[in-house]
């Protein structure tokens, strides 16, 4: 028992059932000083772990099972040391008997890794001088192929006949890199460095794609001896070699450390120890590279990513800002300075800010702004004055975050929408000039339709003056009788002022017609509409043998409407109809006025001729602007009465009848005045 103990690379010892030390090997009389010194192993447990182990032991027995736990044990000098600690029973069942073994765990390496202690002798120090070393190369930030040129020397130092090469894995696992091999000829970099990561290549490639260790004790009589890492070993004398993968903390292969030799020789345990301790400085070193490279990688992005909001922020003219209310702690992009047009190499300064505010626009900033810190969150448009006394237009979004930092963080942006509002006040005059036109174009086209009824119009005027002369004549002749006919007199006066008024109707609705005046809508039955432009175009008419018959509905219908602009639609209908019958000499001339009610919502007004007509495609033609078939037409009668009609809410057409001639109609909305 106790010979097999002693080869035990551990502390052993066994304690009877009440806890008292029967036998303890060599090793636990160095640790713990002699037998009498430490009568029970656990006497040496840290003060932590005494109040923990017993438990894990209750519990451990009452499941049946061995106890398994780290703990901590002090050395006979005093400092305390981290041990693998197990315990199993053994014994009959009369006196039970609890074995413990503490295996010495190596805690720089890791959590898992475990090594037994390494004896003290001179190569043992020398090993852990040299690590040590190694592993503040490392820890300074040494390049990896010196870490890895240092690590092969060492263990070829301390093992005999032992040729080392390191081979590191690209990141994406495809690729070996060669790391080092200094007592190797050149080929071995030749055949590893860029290959592909592949069974096939030997050894190496084997240990890296199955993430086992791969020993071949002999090379020649191995199939791995036609591979290119074989052909090369034979070739090179070495016919036995053992390559180790280093795995990554995520259990990915990281590296291939592997050793030539020429002859097989089993290593021992101080070997086997060197050569793992070789693998876990290795492993730290490609992770200390790995994360350097990650670092260098996130930085690289961080910055990538800070110039393309940089130039996000540019291309949109929007600035950003954070303010930490509790730290009273502001942030600016640089974008935001340029908008505000302050110096940035100053700090970050609302009150900057509000000097640049315009002052018609600073009661409303400091409004919004408050809002904004009281956790509403905020779109303001304001004005600020920039140093070369420019006004520019600025729009501002805030709200409180919770999730930058732990306190409450207003996050904002300013938009320079100066450019868009400048476009956008540019489109309002441009549609402002397009409505000037149009209006100025209607009322030419109006004098123009106008112009076309002078006869008519002179008639209608000169008739009553010519009444008004008569019955003046008469009057005076009448008052000159002797006696004078008073009351015949005062017969033709009333007459003459019946004409007179007339005349001042007539004149009345012309300078209406002929006005500019600003469009006025008013209450208006659509049937006077009709009735007054009939009248006006009577005599038109009447010279052009058209006889005009209204059908009018009975009631009135009433719309809400400009009358100037809805009596211009509907005198250049009549027009239009007065033309297409111009040269029809086959039939009577006949055009129908009529309006009815269409549905409850509107009032229908069409005007039905048996002229000439026109072609269906032309249907809807004819109200495009400058569309003519007249030798002296302009082509903007129907396309202004279309835009009247709706602008009025209606909509305006025109069918060929199903007899010769057209029938043009419009359809307005019904509105019935408040009560
Ligand atoms: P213009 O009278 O100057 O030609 P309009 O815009 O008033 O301009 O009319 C455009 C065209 O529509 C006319 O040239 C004509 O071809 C057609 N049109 C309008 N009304 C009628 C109608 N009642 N019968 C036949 N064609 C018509």
Redesign the pocket.
């Known amino acids: 028992m106790s010979e097999i103990c002693e080869q035990i690379p551990a502390i052993v010892w066994t304690t009877d059932e009440a806890g008292l030390t029967i036998y303890g090997n060599s090793r636990f009389r160095a640790y713990f000083g002699s037998e009498s010194h430490a009568t029970d192993g656990l006497n040496a447990l840290h003060p932590d772990d005494a109040i923990t182990l017993p438990v894990k032991i209750r519990n451990a027995r009452r499941e049946g099972l061995d106890v398994k736990t780290d703990v901590r044990l002090r050395r006979l000098s005093g400092e305390y040391c981290w041990f693998a600690l197990s315990a199993s029973t053994w014994g009959d069942g009369a006196a039970v008997k609890y074995c413990w073994v503490a295996v010495e765990r190596n805690k720089r390496a890791g959590d898992n890794f475990i090594i037994q202690r390494v004896e003290d002798s001179g190569q043992a120090g020398h090993l852990i001088a040299s690590e040590t070393e190694i592993l503040e190369m490392v820890a300074r930030g040494a390049a990896t192929a010196e870490v890895f040129d240092k690590v092969c020397r060492l263990v070829e130092e301390l093992i005999d006949d032992c040729f080392c090469c390191i081979l590191e894995l690209s990141l994406d696992r495809r690729h070996f890199r060669f790391g080092a091999a200094p007592r190797l000829p050149g080929e071995f970099k030749g055949v590893f460095d860029g290959s592909e990561v592949a069974a096939g290549l030997g050894p190496c490639g084997l240990a890296a794609t199955s993430r086992r260790p791969v020993e071949v004790p002999d090379c020649a009589s191995d199939a791995l001896a036609g591979t290119a890492e074989g052909r090369l070993m034979l070739l090179n004398g070495f016919n036995v070699c053992q390559a180790k993968p280093i795995l990554s903390p995520y259990g990915n292969t990281a590296g291939v450390f592997t050793i030539y030799r020429q002859r097989y020789a089993a290593f021992s345990l101080f070997e086997q120890q060197v050569v793992d301790r070789a693998i876990n400085i290795i492993g730290i070193s490609i992770d200390r590279t790995r994360h350097e490279e990650a670092l260098v990688r996130r930085e690289t992005q961080v910055r990538r990513s800070q110039a393309q909001l940089l130039a996000a922020q540019r291309i949109s003219s929007t600035g950003s800002f954070t303010f930490d209310i509790q730290k009273n702690e502001c942030v600016w992009s640089e974008e935001l300075y340029r908008i505000f047009d302050i110096d940035p190499s100053l700090e970050p300064d609302i009150y900057a800010v509000r000097k640049r505010v315009y002052r018609d626009d600073l009661d409303k900033f400091n409004g919004e702004l408050q809002r904004a810190l009281s956790g509403q969150s905020i779109d303001v448009t304001f004005r600020i004055v920039t140093s070369h006394a420019a006004l520019k237009f600025l729009r501002g979004l805030a709200k409180i975050s919770y999730h930058v930092g732990d306190n409450p963080v207003l996050v904002g942006t300013v938009q320079d929408i100066t450019d868009f509002k400048n476009a956008q006040e540019a489109l309002q005059r441009g549609e402002e000039a397009l409505v000037k036109a149009r209006e100025d174009l209607a009322y030419v086209s109006r004098v123009m339709t106008i112009s076309a009824l002078t006869a008519s119009i002179a008639h209608e005027v000169s008739q009553p003056l010519a009444g008004i002369l008569t019955n003046a004549n008469a009057c005076l002749r009448l008052l000159a009788l002797s006696p004078p006919n008073i009351q015949a007199a005062s017969e033709t006066a009333r007459r003459t002022i019946r004409d007179t008024m007339r005349a001042t109707e007539i004149i009345k609705r012309l300078r209406a017609m002929f006005a500019r005046q600003p469009s006025t809508m008013e209450y208006t039955d659509l049937n006077d509409l009709a009735r007054e432009v009939i009248i006006l175009s009577a005599r038109d008419m009447h010279q052009k043998s058209i006889s005009v018959t209204a059908q009018l509905e009975p009631k009135a219908l009433l719309i809400m409407g400009d009358r100037v602009q809805l009596q211009q639609v509907i005198l250049?209908?009549l027009?239009?109809?007065r033309?297409?019958m111009g040269d029809i000499e086959s039939r009577p001339r006949i055009l129908t006025v009529s309006t009815h009610v269409d549905t409850e919502e509107s009032a229908v007004l069409s005007?039905t001729?048996v002229?000439?007509?026109?072609p269906l495609e032309?249907a809807d033609k004819?109200?495009e602007a400058f569309?003519?078939?007249?030798q002296d037409?302009?082509?903007?009668?129907?396309?202004i009465?279309r835009s009247i009609i709706e602008n009025h809410g209606g909509i305006m057409w025109?069918e060929p009848n199903d007899g010769p001639?057209?029938t043009?109609a419009f359809s307005i909305p019904l509105r019935s005045p408040p009560q």
């Open positions: 250049n209908m027009l239009n109809a033309d297409a005007i001729d002229g000439i007509g026109f032309n004819m109200f569309f003519t078939t007249k037409g302009m082509g903007i009668g129907l396309a009465s025109a001639g057209a043009v």
